[in-house]
């Protein structure tokens, strides 16, 4: 896809991932023309849908589950006028399933703020009343916590965070690692507990609706994709897709040139790169590379893994639109058909979600397309009833970088050595895990530095 774009744009914006497209439709916004390449044939990185031939459904390549507090991500939606296309709840419910103990919610109760979600803790059904109390620990931990600056926090785990607050084993195993696994696409004993505070802080201590569940009523690539394509079309800019950035020609302290793969060089009045770490210097020669901050110890960066299983089945037997699996090596289970509303046709389409999947990347897709049924007997033996009609499994290796402890001091800030070039991307210093809101932050905190330097 092409649109008509301006010999030399304003800004040249280098990948098509949530932080590119934020950035893109902010500068666009404020009346600068700007030029988004992506190398692959679709906008959105990771964040994208594709129809499935055999049903054809829209599937994500794999399921985000977004909140309340994601204010960045739900303003770039508002301004691609997408906003509509996600499901917001109204205050915060989530569905926890166990084998034996049955199903529990943790649900915000209609009391101001923080209260609501405190009561809401305090009725968590699937801890004794003693456990409940002892969350207090770590409420208190997070409203007195500077995530931000407390090296030491940056410096231990989930794991041992919680254990300092005097967390029972259970509080863990059936509360905080959820949360922490969900945000943090890690395990709790490697993760950084400052990220995992800094979420809390985030979810828990603004307003009602900053903790409620956030998730896209549509196929991900009409949500975040082609509105942004859209909109930069209609405000003097393009997208080039199927397009990489040989080089970026590097004269003094500005980047002078961009190096398509087309053999063309645009020569714009700035830069942002919102490629991940792991391909943003392959646009440098080795002296280059020197200007950015921080990217010698880029190699020390661990990605993580998402595994998503989608499930097409031929009765319906899941009521949820959504549900936590407690002690079980499937963390989520999506009902798509609700989330698309679809309850009426008579199959139903589920995605499984199993997040920090290193142990599964490697497995085969019939191994664990047989895991993920095993567990939804377990968790609704009805399903034994229902004939599975199509699987399909979509593994992400690279999902998103792993926020270990000690992690922050290797992530880079948005501006670099080069004047006119900035990094945006997920994994760049925003404070916050690896996640579509930390990108997004990305986005508009490099589109403020570019138009401060352009005037």
Same mark, same amino acid.
């Given at each position: ?36 390449? =992506? ?44 906003? &509509? ?26 009391? /101001? ?8 803790? @305090? ?19 997070? @409203? ?13 785990? *989930? ?22 696994? %969900? ?13 995992? #505070? ?17 998730? /896209?009523? +549509? ?5 975040? %994709? ?10 003097? !800019? ?18 002078? $040139? ?8 645009? &020569? ?23 200007? @950015? ?8 960066? *661990?990605?993580? #893994? ?37 309850? =009426? ?10 997040? $920090?999947?290193? +142990?599964?990347? =490697?497995? %085969? ?9 095993? =567990? ?7 399903? %034994?009833?229902?004939? @599975?009609?199509? !699987?399909?499994?979509?593994?992400? +290796?690279?999902?998103?970088? !792993? ?20 990094? #945006? ?31």
């Amino acid at each position: 896809m092409q649109f008509q774009e301006a010999p030399n744009p304003d800004v040249v914006v280098i990948g098509g991932g949530v932080s590119g497209l934020t950035a893109a439709v902010d500068l666009a916004s404020h009346d600068l023309s700007v030029l988004l390449v =992506e190398q692959k044939q679709h906008c959105g990185g990771r964040t994208y849908s594709f129809v499935d031939k055999e049903t054809g459904d829209e599937v994500d390549n794999g399921q985000h589950l977004m909140m309340g507090c994601y204010h960045s991500t739900l303003k770039f939606l508002s301004t691609i006028n997408t906003l &509509s296309d996600v499901s917001i709840q109204k205050k915060l419910s989530v569905t926890f399933r166990h084998e034996q103990r049955g199903v529990f919610r943790l649900k915000s109760a209609p009391l /101001p703020g923080a209260l609501g979600i405190l009561a809401g803790l @305090l009725g968590l059904k699937s801890l004794s009343m003693i456990q409940r109390l002892s969350l207090l620990r770590v409420g208190a931990a997070v @409203l007195f916590s500077r995530p931000e600056s407390d090296e030491r926090l940056q410096s231990i785990t *989930v794991s041992q965070w919680l254990d300092e607050l005097h967390q029972p084993a259970a509080n863990q195993k059936y509360l905080w690692n959820i949360i922490a696994i %969900g945000t943090l696409n890690d395990s709790p004993a490697v993760v950084s507990a400052a990220l995992f #505070a800094k979420v809390l802080q985030s979810a828990f201590l603004g307003s009602g609706v900053d903790s409620s569940m956030v998730f /896209p009523a +549509k196929g991900l690539s009409r949500v975040f %994709g082609d509105g942004a394509i859209e909109f930069l079309a209609s405000h003097r !800019s393009s997208v080039r897709l199927n397009t990489s950035v040989d080089r970026l020609v590097v004269q003094g302290d500005l980047v002078s $040139g961009v190096r398509l793969n087309t053999g063309e060089t645009v &020569s714009p009045r700035a830069v942002i790169s919102a490629v991940p770490y792991f391909d943003l210097p392959k646009m440098f020669g080795d002296d280059d590379l020197l200007a @950015l901050p921080k990217m010698e110890t880029a190699g020390q960066f *661990v990605s993580s #893994a998402v595994v998503s299983i989608h499930l097409w089945f031929s009765r319906q037997f899941m009521q949820e639109e959504f549900v936590a699996l407690l002690d079980s090596p499937i963390h989520w289970v999506f009902n798509k058909s609700k989330i698309f509303g679809r309850t =009426e046709e008579g199959t139903q389409y589920l995605t499984l979600v199993i997040s $920090g999947a290193s +142990k599964f990347v =490697e497995r %085969g897709k019939e191994e664990i397309t047989a895991l993920a049924l095993t =567990e939804l007997r377990r968790f609704y033996p009805e399903s %034994g009833e229902a004939g @599975l009609l199509h !699987s399909l499994v979509i593994k992400e +290796k690279r999902a998103t970088f !792993s926020p270990r402890a000690g992690t922050q001091k290797l992530r880079p800030g948005h501006s670099t050595s080069l004047k006119n070039l900035f990094l #945006a991307g997920d994994w760049t210093d925003t404070k916050l895990p690896a996640t579509i809101e930390g990108a997004a932050q990305s986005g508009y905190a490099c589109s403020d530095l570019v138009r401060k330097y352009l005037e």
